[in-house]
Structures are given as structure tokens and as C-alpha cells.
């Protein structure tokens, strides 16, 4: 009974002495880890810390002002060539709508989308207003209501087209470039040039075509 107490004390005492090392080695190892997270602290002061799911940790490293700069300004770039764009698609839908009503009222035959987005964009592409073709084609076919071989501007270059598409493809530009955006609303001077019988009422009555589209 003695030799029990005597080993059960035995060995109180070396669990306490146990403890107290084991105490004592952790206090030592502790002592050197605020320098080490001291410099993860100020390591990661450069890093977003953000969360892609419960269990995986990204860290993005922040952009430097010069490229934040850069990066807003071409995003700012990008917005202004997106708001050009879609302003003159708005402003071209405009025009096609606008055609294809003047060609509508005065019962054409080629008033449809296909043939007022041909007029409008290759005149628009051909420093042209749209509404000075028209014009000519008002006094020059009827609005291609007499046109021949589907010639709706009077264009006298000796061929035959096969359609309208065809023909106002390869006449719109030249048109535009030969004589609508060469004189522009200055029909008088459009008139002689175009070779238009009885150029001051042609003249005349193209000013009242343009200015009622």
C-alpha cells in the first residue's frame, strides 16, 4: 500500500515537471512568431483578400495608380466610340425611316427597307444627303415609277441592270459623288449639271422634294 503511494507521488511529481517543460517550450516558440506575423501583416497590406468559396482564398495584388489611370481612360475612350456609334445608328434608322415614308406617300415601286437602307447608307458613306438623290430620282424617273432597266436617276452610262438592288447599289455612289455632294442644295447648279431640260423648274421642284422629306 506504502510502494503504491510512493510511485503514484513519483509520479505526480514528474507529470508537473512535465507540464512546467512543456509550458516553458511554448512560451519560448511563441515569442518569435509576432515578428513573423508582423511581416505577413505587411505583406499582405498590398493584396485584396477576397473569397472565391468557403474553402479557397485569392489574393489580387492592387493596381498601381498609373495603370488604373490608363485602364479608366480607355474605358472612357471605349464609351465615347460606343455612344458615337450608336448615335449615328439611331441617327441612319432616322433617315431609312424617313425615305422609306417619302417613297410610301408617293407610291413608289422599290418603297421598301431594302432599297431606303441602300439610298441612305452608300449616300451617308458618299459625303451625300440622302434627300438630294431622292430628289433627283423624283424628277428624273417619278421616283423610279418610269425607269428604264431600272435606272431611277437617269444616269447615262449605257447599262442594264438586272434589278433595283443592282442598279441603285453601283448608281447611289456615283450619283452621290458626281453631283449630291458636289452641289448639295444648290439645285440651280445641280440642275445644269445633271443636263436637266428646263433646269430653273427642275431646280425648283427638286428644293420642294428635299425640303418635304
Known sequence: MNINRSTTLRLSILGRYFVIFAILISTV????IPEKNTANAENLQSYNYNFTSPSTKTYIPKPEREVYIEAQE???QFQEEQAKVEARRKQLEEKVNRTLNYLRRVKSPVANE??????VDLA??????YRVLLAIMTIESGSCRQSFSYNCFGYLNGKKYPSFEVAFKDLVPKVSRQYA???GWDFAALSRAYG???WELH????????SSI
Open 29 to 32: 516558440s511563441f515569442a518569435f
Open 74 to 76: 480607355n474605358l472612357n
Open 114 to 119: 431594302e432599297i431606303a437602307t441602300i439610298i
Open 124 to 129: 451617308d458613306q458618299n459625303n451625300a444627303d
Open 181 to 183: 455632294a458636289k452641289y
Open 196 to 198: 436637266q431640260h428646263n
Open 203 to 210: 431646280s425648283k421642284n427638286m428644293l420642294k422634294v428635299a
